[in-house]
DNA sequence: CAGGATCCCAGATGATACTG
DNA sequence: CAGTATCATCTGGGATCCTG
């Protein structure tokens, strides 16, 4: 035990802490919800079922590929579900689920909370920025 | 006019988007929020104040890197601040501040709900794989 | 003990082209 | 229209070394 220490703890740290996370399921739904596109989609499908589409053009900004790996994600999830409709033209529509719906509130909740404290961080990071600046002197 | 299409427009609406993003406050934060650092740091001082050398332990698994990056983003958007005590073998505090104690019961809420919700989740998932392992026939 | 500076890899994400 | 496959990229995050 002499060619490794601080590594290999580090390392064993790192492993311990991930069966941590593995073992705690709401961790891992955490990290769904925190995701950056989820959190837009599911406020585009809150007005209402969407056309694919239609998605892609109100989370405007986002490529094919990450809005169907976030589609398929919150599907999968339970959140959202898919509606095949074969005319000639494929048409799907996404829609909520009540587990979907459900979230919603969620996030305006924390939506919310950041547009009433938005000032108060605005001012701190002007201060902090300032302070930094200027050396703090 | 002709040269490009498709990919300047898509190039707008990506300015566009963030050009939203920068005017929409609540985004900005909920980037902070969403890290996933933050929430973990969110935690271990939700006990109450802490050294840097407890919450690399408490966060076990975070290196200092990341841990000094997420510390400074919080400080600098005023969620924790930060103590220096000049003893000879420096002491540095964290603690909430009154404005990241509010999130606490934020974040705790989203926890709640993922752990309500999680055995539905799990089942959607369960439910998904196979009809898509099966082909869905 | 705290933390700044660097180097580096890997996964996340974007752009394009192609298909049912 | 909806979605997939691929290629190029870009940033996050980890390991290391160094300083106050």
Chains 1, 2 share one sequence.
Do not use: F
């Not at 589409?53 to 959140?79: F, I, P, W």
């Not at 033209?89 to 909740?109: I, K, N």
């Amino acid at each position: 035990m002499a060619t490794q220490t601080a590594a290999q703890r580090r390392e064993e740290a790192r492993l311990a802490y991930n069966a941590y996370l593995a073992g705690c399921p709401s961790r891992k739904l955490l990290d769904t919800l925190s995701d950056k596109w989820v959190s837009l989609v599911l406020a585009a499908l809150a007005d209402g079922p969407c056309r694919y589409s239609e998605l892609a053009r109100t989370v405007a900004g986002v490529s094919q590929k990450m809005l169907t790996q976030t589609l398929r994600t919150m599907e999968r999830d339970g959140l959202v579900s898919r509606t095949i409709t074969p005319s000639v033209p494929v048409r799907v529509d996404y829609r909520l689920t009540s587990l979907g719906e459900d979230l919603v509130p969620l996030m305006q909740a924390i939506k919310s909370w950041a547009e009433i404290h938005m000032d108060e961080v605005e001012a701190a990071r002007q201060a902090y920025d300032s302070s930094a600046a200027s050396g703090d002197a």
